[in-house]
């Protein structure tokens, strides 16, 4: 069985000498993690509310104004 661990050991050894290091790999996992971080704010970016967001009771008391000329006489 130890042979067998040893082998393995070696093989993924021999692995990182060829392929790269493990700072590559560590790359490679912040990189990936960040893309989820932008994939994730993305999309809850655009799932709101089909209209926008609501709008606050001054905005709206300022555009039934604009839109009521006769409220301005009152």
Do not use: C, H, Y
């Not at 070696?10 to 996992?29: K, P, Y």
């Not at 960040?34 to 209209?51: D, Y």
């Amino acid at each position: 069985m130890a042979i067998i661990e040893d082998s393995r050991v070696d093989r993924i050894e021999t692995l990182f000498a060829t392929q790269g290091s493990v700072m590559s790999l560590l790359l490679l996992e912040a990189l990936g993690a960040l893309l989820l971080f932008v994939f994730i704010v993305w999309w809850t970016m655009f799932s709101g509310r089909k209209n926008g967001e609501l709008k606050s009771d001054s905005e709206s008391l300022a555009s039934s104004l604009e839109a009521d000329p006769k409220a301005d006489k009152k």
